[in-house]
């Protein structure tokens, strides 16, 4: 059963990214043979490997050996309500609205950003891309070194291996939607 699934989760993610089992077996440094095995469920991979593999796609290796019978294929969240899934010291809150969702491609937060909090000097670099909608607030966003300043109702799009950081330039709380592609994995 668990070889099935590891299995059937890494093809997927591999066909998803538009791989064949030799550039897969190149990015991550894992025999070709060793993934046409895992793939058809002939063996487990070692947690090295599984690591590997993980990593090539910027995921934990908690994707491959959950199952897939938890989550579901429709996800309501009231207002007010979602998941929280990150709490910075009170300053930063994100809180998702796309949790529990079976194999997500992409996931949706709302981010509570406390006066003065930023995502530091440094931009984040990572794969996939990545939308922001002010919802209520003012922020600023470097991507690439070109900033932009959003007011509530402004969005912003961008490839999320770009560098980027954000500021809150508020006199108080903002809050941000964000749709990230794919999605993260969070772990609580």
């Known amino acids: 059963m668990v070889k ?12 998803k990214n538009d791989m064949t089992i030799q550039e897969l077996a190149v990015s991550s440094r894992v025999s070709s043979n060793m993934i ?32 897939a019978a938890t989550g ?11 998941e929280p899934i990150f709490f910075f010291e009170d300053k930063h809150q994100i809180i998702s609205l796309s949790h529990g969702l079976r194999d ?15 995502s530091g000097e440094g931009g984040m ?11 209520s607030g003012r922020m600023l966003f470097n ?24 500021q809150n330039l508020n006199d108080g709380q903002s809050v941000i939607m964000w749709v990230v592609a794919p999605a993260p994995n969070v772990v609580q």
Request: glycine share 6%; aromatic share 10%.
């Open 72 to 82: 579901s294929t429709v996800v309501m969240t009231k207002q007010g309500k979602g």
């Open 125 to 135: 670099v990572h794969t996939g891309e990545e939308f922001a909608l002010v919802v």
């Open 104 to 118: 997500p491609s992409f996931a949706v937060f709302y981010d509570t950003i406390e006066k003065d909090c930023s």
């Open 143 to 166: 991507v690439e070194n070109h900033e932009y300043i959003l007011e509530e109702g402004d969005s912003l799009t961008f490839k999320s291996s770009l560098p980027h950081r954000w």
């Open 4 to 15: 099935k699934i590891v299995g059937k989760k890494i093809k997927s993610i591999r066909l």
């Open 36 to 67: 046409s095995r895992i793939e058809r469920g002939l063996t487990i991979p070692s947690v090295e490997i599984l690591m590997k593999l993980a990593n090539t796609f910027g995921m934990s290796i908690n994707f491959f050996v959950e199952d």
